[in-house]
């Protein structure tokens, strides 16, 4: 018998019982509908994940702060020229913490605490993608950059204004630093001028609330707190420590080494390791991420699987009774010549097409509630509690690869779910058959 008239054979027998197949390919689509949601939770939690560690520019960083030598444990221009002679460094970018947390900004009669005051080596910031939201960079020893969220943080007369946004280009500001000279606190005031606004961070939930003021302006704040770094000098402290915090060599508070791209990141970050300084790089977050949303989505699959099994009691069921009644056209069959391989490959073919039409049906179904998820998600959270989660979030994503697994298993169970009935076709006795005695 040829495949074309197996086929037609196989679809004819389908037509005569089409609500007992109808019902079995409906289970069987919502088995492989239910693998491909429950799995994609675990697709789409662990790309908007990595996405999200990716997206910026952090992929490619190592970021070092500090050495693993108690007396030598301070970043300085000596560490900065080693990170440069590294092979595959794009950059290092370094900056000084303003290392007074008692000082304060102040611009008409707004208040702005809680400011990281920094320098910045502008010609490595740029390399690294440092970008402005709108403005220049300065050309001034008063002219600062300001990220994108410090007029985000103001105070006035001693209350938080939520939510406030001025326009800080071209203003004014006076940064506040105190000191503690002969037991009592003095305080000194800095004027800047603000020329250029950082650009807005891709992340939502990130705040950029800084200011980079120049080396000079740093230099000005040291002379005056008599301090490296402006530190201020708590009555507290031990007279060792105070006299190590008036030691002016200069030191950095952080230094990032940033590689052309991200394979190049691991033997950098490994390198430096090895030679005493503390680093940290995002691709070790990722490879931890990736192993274990890994193992999530092995143990998704698995769990789905269990449906598309129990699914196939419903295709075994059909196909019993698709041998019990056809039992005369078996034998007629086999009474003409038909091999019992021949015989067999009938009812594994109406298992494998029950088994593809389900799982056809199922997997549109899936991208169909995967879509539906991703779209109510963020109007679901809004609802129940009045935040915005964005629309880039996904909570459900189907790869062609978990298409093509889900297809798979629901088409291979579907076969193996025939095989015993399939075979009891061979083992029937013709005559028997033909008396319709079975």
Not at 114 to 137: A, D, K
Not at 148 to 159: N, V
Request: proline content about 3%; overall charge negative; hydrophobic content about 40%.
């Amino acid at each position: 018998m040829k495949f074309r008239d197996k086929n037609k054979f196989v679809k004819d027998n389908m037509k005569k019982n089409k609500s007992r197949v109808f019902m079995t390919v409906l289970a069987t689509a919502m088995a492989c509908a239910f693998l491909m949601v429950l799995a994609s939770v675990g697709f789409g939690l662990h790309k908007y994940i990595v996405q999200d560690i990716t997206e910026t520019r952090l992929v490619t960083e190592v970021e070092v702060y500090g050495k693993d030598d108690p007396d030598n444990q301070y970043l300085t221009d000596e560490d900065i020229r080693y990170f440069e002679s590294i092979d595959n460094v794009k950059t290092v970018t370094r900056y000084r913490s303003l290392d007074n947390y008692e000082a304060f900004y102040t611009f008409d009669e707004y208040k702005v605490p809680h400011v990281t005051t920094r320098v910045v080596h502008y010609p490595s910031e740029l390399q690294s993608n440092f970008e402005l939201e709108e403005g220049r960079m300065p050309e001034a020893a008063n002219e600062v950059v300001i990220g994108y969220h410090f007029s985000h943080h103001l105070e006035k007369d001693g209350e938080f204004i939520e939510n406030a946004e001025v326009n800080m280009l071209n203003k004014e500001i006076i940064l506040t630093v105190p000191q503690m000279k002969d037991g009592e606190q003095v305080t000194k005031d800095f004027a800047l001028k603000v020329v250029g606004i950082a650009k807005q961070p891709t992340k939502q939930w990130t705040q950029d609330n800084y200011v980079n003021i120049s080396d000079e302006t740093l230099k000005e704040i040291e002379k005056f707190t008599e301090t490296r770094l402006g530190t201020f000098l708590n009555p507290n402290l031990p007279e060792e420590t105070i006299e190590q915090l008036k030691d002016f060599s200069i030191t950095y508070s952080n230094i990032s080494v940033y590689t052309n791209n991200m394979e190049q990141v691991m033997p950098i970050l490994e390198e430096v390791q090895e030679k005493g300084y503390y680093a940290y790089s995002a691709v070790q977050e990722l490879k931890e991420v990736n192993m274990i949303f890994s193992v999530m989505k092995v143990g998704l699959i698995f769990i789905g699987t269990i449906a598309v099994i129990i699914a196939s009691i419903g295709i075994f069921n059909t196909m019993s009774m698709a041998v019990t009644e056809r039992t005369q056209d078996i034998g007629i069959m086999k009474a003409i010549g038909g091999s019992p391989k021949m015989i067999k490959s009938l009812f594994l073919m109406e298992s494998a097409y029950i088994g593809i039409i389900g799982s056809v049906i199922g997997a549109l179904a899936a991208y169909a509630v995967s879509y539906g998820v991703n779209l109510l998600l963020p109007v679901v959270v809004k609802g129940m509690y009045g935040e915005e989660v964005g629309t880039d979030i996904l909570l459900s994503y189907i790869p062609w690869s978990l298409t093509l697994i889900s297809v798979g298993i629901s088409v291979i169970v579907a076969i193996l779910s025939g095989l015993k009935p399939a075979a009891k076709a061979t083992r029937i006795d013709v005559l028997k058959a033909l008396r319709r005695d079975i």
